[in-house]
């Protein structure tokens, strides 16, 4: 088959009022969206396939019979492979009643008019996979649906060749009687984005041997078996699965026992939920399993060995957090080494920068100064800058204990300014040479620690006197 010449096809050229009334010719706006897309497509594509029931296949270089359809895909598709091609199908319903063969190597492109509008359908036969193959190379395909109307066993059976990558992007799979999507090769990227799998019997998607696949904002939903399956038919390695919805499954992701197992998955920001059994139940090891929210699932809780990371979803509704396994080896620069930057005191007069030069020997009156109270009964009441107070009648204690170790310094130092005034804290004796009358003693209690000739310990009195006089 040869290619269409991109250029011998042109839009009529219309005002936008004639466009306006080109509407009513149209049952319904969706027929007149699906034109537009068709005129995009159809343009720009090398290959226009026109389902039989199509309103739109003018366009077409190829139009089906609508019967045993995928006679005259596989010849289209043998031909886009061989020769890197784009194929549109055109909005309509291409019936097939035998499996859609990739047998050509190569790399194509498939697109439709939308989900819904372009649709594949399984009208009989029950093929193990509604397109399968064995061919090498990379098929795109986007905008349409695939429906394996209970006939099917697959809608795609991966039963390509080592090495074939699959991309999809936006397209629906539904009615599988073991599976809508089976994967079970290996050495080649399989990318699912914004795809809708669900209703099949059996499983969502199985991926079966496949490295680095990514499923990512896809709706896996209703499917009678496991939602999303890494390990279905060997080991399924450092696939990333992210921002999905997985619910209404019998499971969200759960590989198929055994010895199947999958290695470094990446499981992030999915929602799981209202599935029968387990949200997430992996064999293997060096997952990460990040910030999602697993919910009314038969089991919340991901079910994973030891050496996974699981920390920051939301199970059950409520926020789970990892600790640490071991901190040998983390010093405390490793674990808090950022600087101050709020300062979350009453006086603000301290900044960030102040703070971080703070030392356990710093001075930081000028940065915040607090008064101090101690009470031994919790309650809170100032008469001083510093309040000791022992409130109980039987705490048979002192109120406070001095305990001086440096035998050459003293207890006590006051600062302050004498004065010819008797009412200044410091009187000065020049001034003052009769000292007042004797009114009382204050008890104190002496505990001398040296060792040969102590003072004798015990209770003493110490005088305290009226104001003296000139």
């Known amino acids: ?45 090398d290959i226009v396939v026109a389902p039989s029931d199509t309103r739109e296949d003018r366009y077409a270089d190829v139009i089906l019979s609508g019967t045993a359809d995928q006679t005259q895909l596989n010849t289209v598709f043998a031909d886009a492979l061989a020769n890197d091609l784009w194929v549109h199908i055109l909005s309509g319903t291409v019936n097939v009643t035998g499996a859609i ?36 190379g990379t098929t ?20 390509l060749a080592d090495g074939h990558a699959l991309n999809l992007f936006r397209i629906e799979v539904t009615g599988g009687t073991n599976a809508g999507i089976n994967l079970n090769r290996t050495a080649a990227l399989q990318i699912l984005i914004d795809c809708f799998i669900h209703n099949n019997s059996g499983v969502g998607i199985a991926f079966g041997r496949e490295d680095a696949g990514l499923v990512q904002g896809c709706e896996i939903h209703n499917n009678t078996g496991v939602g999303l399956q890494p390990g279905g038919t060997g080991n399924a390695n450092s696939m990333r699965i992210i921002g999905n919805s997985i619910y209404d499954n019998a499971h969200g992701i759960k ?8 290695e470094d998955l990446l499981i992030v920001g999915n929602s799981i939920f209202s599935n029968t059994g387990n949200s997430i139940d992996v064999i293997g090891t060096d997952h990460v399993i990040v910030g999602n929210r697993f919910e009314s699932n038969g089991t919340d809780a991901p079910v994973v060995l030891a050496g996974s990371l699981v920390m920051g979803n939301n199970i059950g509704g409520t926020p789970s957090f990892a600790t640490h396994a071991s901190l040998t080896g983390i010093t405390i620069d490793d674990h808090h080494n950022e600087a101050h930057t709020v300062v979350s005191h009453s006086d603000t007069t301290g900044t960030g920068t102040e703070l971080d030069t703070l030392t ?28 000791v107070d022992q409130p109980s009648t039987s705490g048979a204690l ?13 207890f006590f130092k006051f ?18 040479t009769t000292p007042g ?13 040296q060792g040969t000739d102590p003072i004798t310990d015990g209770d003493y009195y110490i005088p305290f006197y009226t104001a003296p006089t000139v």
């Open 398 to 410: 002192p109120v406070i204990t001095l305990d001086q170790a440096d035998v050459d310094e003293d």
């Open 255 to 262: 590989s198929s026992g055994g010895s199947h197992r999958s």
């Open 415 to 432: 600062t302050g300014t004498s004065d010819t005034d008797v009412d200044r804290a410091l009187v000065d004796a020049v001034n003052f």
């Open 360 to 387: 356990d020997g710093s001075d930081a009156d000028s940065l915040h100064d607090h008064p101090i109270y101690l009470t031994l009964d919790g309650t809170r009441f100032m008469t001083g800058a510093l309040d």
């Open 140 to 159: 795109y395909w986007s905008d349409m649906t695939w429906d394996g109307n209970s006939n099917a066993q697959q809608c795609f059976n991966g039963g």
């Open 1 to 45: 088959m040869g290619t269409r010449n991109r250029h011998s096809f042109h839009f009529p050229v219309q005002k936008f009022d004639d466009r306006i009334g080109l509407w009513k010719n149209f049952r319904y706006l969706e027929d007149y969206l699906q034109q537009i897309s068709n005129e995009h497509s159809s343009n720009m594509a």
């Open 437 to 449: 009358t004797i009114t009382g003693w204050l008890k104190v209690n002496i505990q001398d620690e």
């Open 101 to 136: 063969d990739l047998d050509t190597t190569g790399d194509m492109k498939v697109t439709g008019a939308g989900i819904g509008m372009t649709t594949i359908v399984q009208f009989s036969g029950t093929p193990n996979g509604m397109i399968e193959g064995n061919a090498q």
